[in-house]
């Protein structure tokens, strides 16, 4: 029985180490598009009724490790927004690394046109 269950980990953690890495896109529409919009634009529902709520993120003045600190610690463990979550329990570090990329990549790409960024 022992072996048995200690197989069953190892085939578990064997299948997490397999999983394929996910693009920086992928990690932001499962987890992010929610509130934040598949457009990063922040216009959702959500938006619509908590306070304060989420940013445009294709206007962020935010520096990547800003980005970073944001997404692993959540708003309210750098000082900002409560309502935004700790995702750092959640994501592995190669998928906060993905989305972190695919967010600042967005930065002042409005309506599909790169723009000069605004700060917020």
């Known amino acids: 029985m022992r072996t048995a269950l200690m197989f069953a980990m190892l085939l578990t953690c064997a299948g997490a180490q397999a999983e394929p890495a996910r693009s920086g896109d992928q990690v932001f529409k499962a987890n992010c598009a929610r509130c934040h919009g598949a457009q ?8 619509k009724v908590v306070k304060p709520p989420p940013p445009d993120l294709r206007r962020s003045g935010l520096s990547e490790a800003q980005i970073r600190e944001i997404v692993t610690h959540g708003g309210e463990g750098v000082g900002r927004s409560p309502i935004m979550p700790n995702w750092g329990f959640q994501l592995s570090t ?7 990329a695919y967010v600042n990549g967005l ?3 409005v309506d599909g046109v790169k723009s000069a960024a605004r700060s917020q």
């Open 107 to 109: 930065k002042g790409r």
């Open 94 to 100: 190669q998928d906060i690394d993905a989305v972190v």
């Open 40 to 47: 990063a634009d922040g216009d959702t529902p959500i938006a």
